[in-house]
């Protein structure tokens, strides 16, 4: 993860809530500094069974390309 952004808390949760996620990728780029890597950002649901979203937020996270290593693999 890169980082978080626009956190949102709009509606409480409770113990023994069950929470649902659902995610959107909002972004996909190259990374500038790693020729191996690309940059996801996505937007993430929290909801509630009955619907009520309970948290809600944007997240970036960076990803190897399919069939790239690590550098400090061996």
Avoid: C
Avoid at 13 to 22: G, L, P, R, S
Avoid at 25 to 47: D, T, Y
Wanted: charged share 30%; proline share 4%; no cysteine.
């Amino acid at each position: 993860n890169l980082g978080y952004d626009k956190v949102l808390h709009p509606n409480p949760a409770f113990h023994n809530d069950t929470i649902y996620a659902e995610t959107e990728v909002l972004e996909m780029r190259e990374s500038r500094s790693r020729a191996n890597a690309g940059i996801v950002k996505f937007k993430h649901w929290g909801r509630k069974s009955d619907g009520t979203i309970v948290i809600e937020f944007e997240r970036t996270a960076m990803f190897l390309k399919i069939g790239q290593r690590l550098d400090f693999l061996p």
